[in-house]
């Protein structure tokens, strides 16, 4: 049978990988909702080359050129926030590969988990800003929430076949940006340019930045708290330069199993899409016969200090990793405008960390009111 996919995202980094799977694969995935935000030339490409059902664009002042350019096909065009959210609630799909950026991708990803929809989770946002209630949710209509994150889809990965088995902890890899071993004296005069250099991965902008800074590490532990049922101290982090190792969970025998590859996100965008079965790929293989080092080390969390506040986030939980997501989303499109400099991100996030009240069980629309409320914080120091 073939999985209907809906690609929220799709002109992005994870969207246009997501498409080469479903073009590896068409007698196993199809491309029925594709979405983007401004990027409309790539949306028409894209719905030329895979005939969706539906395609949204986002930015509502882009509908007509594309309304226009799929004029001669079936393909059906919505435009705007709405209708990504009402889109999100359609039946002509199977799953979703949830691959907006940012907290952009939370309210779709929640519908779509309310419609019983399978989640191919990329957006790992969704769950730093409301794990709690996003998982309820997942409960609630017994719906899957299967992580493409290399990290997240190594845990998981070696979770399968474990039923009970008590884990003691899981152990997230991070390659260490491209700054490792930097010191603030360096960081201090980062440009944008240097920092979208990622010595492993080809990410968006943001991910990008936010590997740089380690907030990207930070996020996600608080986002595997919430995926795995785990207590903050069962969330560990180790620097793996090579990032060939996707992360590891100990059992509480010692055991430690490594889920191990080359870097290329394909594989855990299609192992989520495929799941639970393994589908071949044409992807490179790791070789043990060349000579390598696979080598670990601690964070250094004095001067990644964003992985400290996210740590502090992942401990005190509550609306605070709402808090620091929202701030730290301003920061990095601030820092990437070129209007704050690379350490600037750290000290708006901690600022905002301490300004916006403290809730410890809020509600949906209390996420929503510290989500806005951080934003204008944190805009508010940006001096234009
Ligand atoms: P990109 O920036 O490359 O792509 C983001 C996508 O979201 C684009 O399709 C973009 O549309 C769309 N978008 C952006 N803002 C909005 C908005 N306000 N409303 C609707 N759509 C919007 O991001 P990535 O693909 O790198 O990352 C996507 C998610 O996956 C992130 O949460 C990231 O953390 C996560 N992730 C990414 C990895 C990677 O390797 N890239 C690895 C692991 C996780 P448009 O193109 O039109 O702007």
Redesign the pocket.
């Known amino acids: 049978m073939v999985k209907r996919i809906a690609i929220f ?7 246009k990988q997501t498409l080469e799977v479903i073009a590896a694969h068409p007698d196993k995935f199809s491309a029925e909702i594709l ?5 409309e030339k ?2 028409i490409e894209q719905a030329l080359a895979f005939n969706p059902n539906i395609v949204v664009i ?1 930015d509502d002042k882009k509908y007509h050129s594309v309304k226009e350019a799929l004029a001669g096909t079936d393909i059906k065009v919505f435009a705007g ?1 709405k209708s ?1 959210n009402e889109v999100a609630l359609m039946d002509n799909y199977d799953l979703m590969l949830a ?4 907290y ?2 939370f309210k779709p990803t929640l519908n779509a988990i309310g419609k019983g929809k399978t989640i191919a989770l ?4 969704t769950l730093v800003v409301a794990g709690d209630i996003v998982m309820q949710k997942a409960f609630e209509n017994k719906v899957p929430i299967i992580p ?3 990290e997240h889809s190594a845990i998981f990965q070696c979770l399968v076949g474990e039923g009970r088995n008590k884990v003691e902890k899981v152990i997230l890899t991070a390659s260490g940006g491209p700054f490792l071993g930097k010191k603030p004296n360096f960081l201090v005069n980062v440009k944008r340019d240097h920092a979208l250099q990622h010595p492993n ?7 990008t930045i ?1 590997s740089a800074t380690l907030m ?1 590490k930070g996020l996600e532990m608080i986002e595997a708290k919430w995926l795995f049922s785990l207590q903050p101290e069962q969330v560990q982090v180790v620097i793996h330069p090579q990032s060939i190792i996707h992360s590891m969970v100990q059992f509480e025998d010692g055991s430690i199993k490594a889920q191990m590859g080359l870097p290329d ?1 394909k594989l855990p965008i299609q192992y989520a899409m495929a799941f639970p079965q393994r589908i071949h790929s044409n992807f490179p293989r790791y070789d043990f016969k060349k000579p390598s080092t696979l080598s670990f080390e601690e964070p250094d969390l004095r001067t990644f200090r964003n992985l400290a506040l996210a740590e502090e986030a992942l401990q005190r939980g509550g609306n605070l990793p709402c808090i620091l997501n929202a701030a730290n989303e301003i920061a990095v499109f601030a820092f990437l405008r070129n209007k704050i400099g690379f350490l600037d991100i750290t000290a708006m996030v901690e600022q905002t960390m301490n300004k916006i009240p403290f809730l410890q069980h809020p509600t949906l629309n209390e996420y929503f009111e510290s989500d806005g409320e951080a934003r204008n914080y944190a805009a508010s120091m940006i001096h234009m």
């Open positions: 995202g799709s002109t992005g980094s994870i969207g979405t983007a935000y401004t990027n790539l949306l986002a926030e990504l691959a907006i950026v940012g952009a991708g990329a957006n790992k946002e493409v994150d290399s991965w080809s990410m968006g902008a943001k991910v936010d990207n996100m």
